[in-house]
Every structure is written in C-alpha cells, then in structure tokens.
C-alpha cells in the first residue's frame, strides 16, 4: 500500500533534550543526546545520531538515491523512482527469517519533507553531516540552534559539462570553495583553451582534479558532465560511506587519487562477497545484487560512474540484463 | 606535530596526494570471498594504456551502451566525431585538443559511439585546448576532433561504444 500523507507529522512539543519526534506511516523516530531510536509494528531500533544523520543527509540530498540506502543493516529505504519505501530488516537475513522485517511504501514527497525535517532538527549548529570527522563538532547533546546552510547545500548536477556557459562553474576561493586541507598539493592549474570568435560556448574545458580538491563535502557524488544517461559523477571521500549502497544496477568506480576499501556484500542478505581495494587508475564494477560500504584514509578523489537510464532496474529485477556488466 | 581539527583528534601537518601515472602505478584487488572476480571487471586505466598501442581505444567500463575507454595518447590521433557529446579526461601527461565544426557530418544525428574520419575534415576551426593531468574536455556533438601528444599520455574518454571500441576483458581484468 502507498501512503500519500504529506504532511509531516511531529509532536506537539520537544523532548527534554529539545528535539522533536516524527512518526511516518507506522514508523516512529525520537532521538537524545546520543542515539536515535526508531520503532514500527514489529520491533525497534538504536542508532548513534551521527551515524544516523550522516546517512539520513546522503538520503536526503540524493533523493533517495538509485536503489538501496541502508543506514546500517537493519533500517533504510528503497527508491521506487516516484515512491519510496522505508524498511526495517528487510535486508538482513535474520529478521527475514524471524518474520520481524517491514516495510511501508510512501509517495516520495511525503518521505522526503519527513526526513527534511528530521534532520533539520536533529542537526545541531556544532554538526555538519557532510563533513569529515575531524572537520566537524560532534553531533551529540541536547538541542543547540542549527545547520541548515550545511543541511540543505544544493547538489551540482550539470546537464553538460561543468564549466560550460550557462552550466554549472568552476569552484574558486571566489565562490567559496577553498581547496581541502587533504589537496594541496593538487595542481590548480587550468587547461589553456584557445577558442575562436563563435565558439566560446563549445571549446570548454576544466581542471576536474582542482575542482574536486575543492569540494566541501564527503561521500556525495555530484554530476560533472554527461553523455546522454552516462553521468560522471565524481566524489570526494574521506574516512567511511555513511550508508551501505544497494544497487538496482551496475554502477562503476574509478579510483581518481589515494585509495579507498571496499566491502562488498550480498545485497538481500549482508552476506560478505568480497573486499575491494581500489588504488589510483583502479577501476571496478559494482554489480546490481550487491551492497557496498567504503573506508578511505585521507580524503580521495573517486568518480562514480552512473547510468540514468529509467529502464535500467527493471530489465535487471527481471532477469532481462545481468547483475554483473560485462561476459568474459 | 600536527595540526588539531575541529573534531578533537589531531591530524597531520601536510599530506600527499597519490595518483596514477604510466611511469607509476599501483595496483589493488578483489579480494574474494563468495563471488566470481569477473562480476567487477577490475583493471587499471594505467596499466591499459602500457599494454596498448597508440589511440587504441579500450574500453574499461561499460554499462549496456556506454562506455568508458582507456587511451594510450602517444603522437596525432586520427580526427573523429560523433554525433552526441564525449568527454576525455587527461589522466596522466599532456594532450593538445583540435576542433573543427564538421560542415557535414557523416553521421546520422542519432548515431552513437564515434567514427574516425577519411582525410582532414572540413569546417571551421572552432579553437584548441591543451590538456594536463585532471583536465577534462568537452567534445562537442558534431565536431570533428584529434589529440596530439608529444609524450605518452593517458585519457579517459566518457562515451558509447562504437565501432573501434576494443574489448578486452580477459586480459586486463582480474579473472581470480
């Protein structure tokens, strides 16, 4: 069943700690000082709050995503591209097996204004959910103001190419980007582009290296440029993915700097498949009935690498394509 | 001694930022535990390069059409064109970038993937960019481009597969 409510529902009042509670569907969400605590018919969960926010953040600026966002092994949810549902155990084997999982389907706006608000206030003034562990305060205590310039940062999407004239820009001090404390040693240089008169709009190129040395936040992939549904989607990262990633298809890394850790697990029931390491020129698939979870030591460049195709999940789920990208 | 950080640990004063390059590269893995290696098509854009010959395009990654390609950039590159968007990033080296605005295309506007032209092309020249390591170009849907690279260089090139588009997964993927 699809609920539609799209009002946010919250208590009349705040906690003794200062937050709010929200209730979605059947499922209840309240948090302390420390933890986050969610319930549903059929049983209840703890979270840490920062590991709770941290993935809630990626949920929320992704608009769910494609596919899986576990927060841990137990709670997350599922883009349905439209509608999204918000499980509990329903991709852990052992709940499975108990019969304990559940799941409810929401229209996306009604989950998405719900978060929204979750995390707007959640987020405490001292916390950045984007950030790095030794970039931000912690995101413990009672209720102290806000983040909202933090939380609601907009995602750069560029329908062609970044740099392009009307498209999105460079990142410079100018406008606010300085470079990361793990770059600075990368090169800021720009390519030398020679346009003749007419064709400034169409000669374009950009240092993607410096523009990602620039970037302010971890473990979001934001569009550089794309040809037709192929998105470059590159991504800084810096100590772990927040979530745990379930495809509905195959997605590709490229490891552009440094290196990042892989988990690999099965994506219905957690069991491990693999471990990844991905150096520098790395390049590895990711197939569509896996979960993953990254570990990067210093800040890294890696650019994700998306097909948009609206038609891709299903010729997967039903067996027309394969999980796995290519036969060999 | 390092430097205290907003979170309350200590980091350290500088760090080095480690990439790639046809000189130096390092590789990872898969480390299996119950899975096929051939499901990650695991390579190195690096190591596919070393082992090609110049302007061989290899691909890398595919996702049903689309393709990431390994380029070995070494010397002129014959002109191409397609008739949708590319991008090439310059992973390691330095690339000069021609353009010219085909006058004609010999493409139909829903062609994919890229074809290399006979001859010179013919149209106005629209400019040049020269590429080091981390730029990224546009190559613009109907224009006609080549690469020149005094030294070997290395691209990634962002597009759809097409007729020159090599596959070769068994021997620069991890197969165990």
Redesign the interface.
Known sequence: MTVTDTQVNQSETPNAEGYFSFTLGEFQFRRDEYFVYITWPTGHHVMSVDAFLRALQRDVAWDFFYGIVNFDGVFGTVNHYGTVDIFAGRYNDSYRKAELDYSENHETPAIRETFKSILADWTNETFDPFA???????AWGIKNGDNNSAVTRRRVAAQ???G?PGDEQIRSDESGFRIN???????Q????????PG?EG?????????YL?RSDVTWNPSV???????L?CPTTEEYILPIIHGND????F??????IHWD?EDRDTG?????????????????ADIRHQGYSP??SMLLV???N?SK?PELIASGQ?P????E? | MG?P?????V?QS???????SLDS????????????A??????????VASMSKPWEKVA?????E?V?EAVRAEGTSPWRTAA????A?C?DGQVS?E?V?LESSPLPADAEGSVALDGDPVG???????????????L?AG?AYRFVAAAPSVL?M???AGPDTQ?R??EI?QTV
Request: glycine share 6%.
């Open positions: 790095s562990p030794h970039e931000t305060g912690a062609r190419m970044v392009v404390r793990h770059f600075l040693d990368v090169d240089s720009e390519p030398v582009v020679e346009a003749e064709f169409e000669v374009v190129a950009f240092n993607l290296f410096a040395s550089v440029s794309a040809c037709k549904d192929s470059f298809r195959v997605e590709w490229v490891q552009l700097s440094d290196q690999v069991a491990i498949r693999s471990r990844v390491l991905m150096k520098a020129g790395d390049v590895c698939a990711m197939p210093k800040r690498w998306e097909n195709s891709v394509a999980t796995y990208p290519v060999f | 430097n950080t907003r979170g309350g640990g980091e500088s760090y080095t930022t480690v990439f790639g590269f390092d590789k990872g893995g898969v480390e299996l535990v119950n899975d096929d051939r499901h990650y098509a695991f390579s190195n854009v690096f190591e890398v990654a595919k996702n049903f689309y990431l949708h968007d590319e991008f990033v992973m970038v353009l605005k106005a020249k629209m400019g040049r960019v020269t590429l080091s390591r981390g730029h990224q170009v546009l613009p224009a990634m962002q597009t759809i596959y997964w068994a993927c």
